[in-house]
């Protein structure tokens, strides 16, 4: 929905298809990201949700000294912690593959114009003290939604009007 509303807004809108999607790893989706985005630059704005938060702020801080994008909307996204998750193998080895990866976000933020990060008030994977470093070491804006979960599809959140909005206050 996302993309169809931006696109009727004339916004160029890119929806990457990421490798091994069931299987996280940032060093394979990296790589997929760095090749769709040729020359970032004030016009290119970034929307990611849960992990896909992760792969943006990764590919930000691989960019040169100089290189601003005009902004990004992390949904759901986490640097720290993350709660309620089953205790198999798997998934205790891609979330710590995440979490004890060290990323820089000062020269991330360095790479961004504007950000926003939203959050739900009920999510039971990504708890709201997430949004501490979302604000204070990237200067996001923050967005607390009401009742969303994880914002997926599988729980019925379709539409997120908050990122559509965000992205066109940015763009202006």
């Not at 996302?2 to 069931?22: C, G, H, S, W």
């Not at 996204?77 to 998750?85: I, M, P």
């Not at 360095?110 to 997430?130: C, G, Q, R, Y």
Request: proline fraction near 5%; aromatic fraction near 10%.
């Amino acid at each position: 929905m996302l993309k169809r509303e931006l696109e009727y807004r004339n916004f160029e809108v890119f929806v990457p298809q990421i490798p091994e999607a069931d299987k996280p790893r940032i060093y394979n989706w990296l790589p997929a990201l760095s090749k769709l985005v040729i020359n970032p630059n004030q016009n290119t704005y970034f929307v990611g949700h849960s992990m896909g938060c992760e792969l943006i702020t990764r590919y930000l801080e691989t960019l040169d000294s100089g290189v601003v994008i005009g902004g990004a909307v992390f949904v759901a996204g986490f640097f720290k912690c993350l709660t309620v998750l089953d205790d198999n193998r798997k998934t205790k080895d891609i979330t710590n593959h995440c979490l004890q990866s060290p990323i820089d976000l000062f020269k991330v933020k360095s790479h961004l114009k504007k950000s926003t990060a939203i959050f739900s008030d009920n999510d039971p994977f990504v708890p709201l003290e997430n949004q501490n470093d979302f604000k204070s070491k990237l200067g996001s804006e923050i967005i607390i939604e009401e009742g969303k979960g994880h914002f997926s599809g599988s729980t019925g959140i379709l539409e997120l009007p908050a990122a559509l909005q965000t992205i066109i206050e940015m763009s202006k």
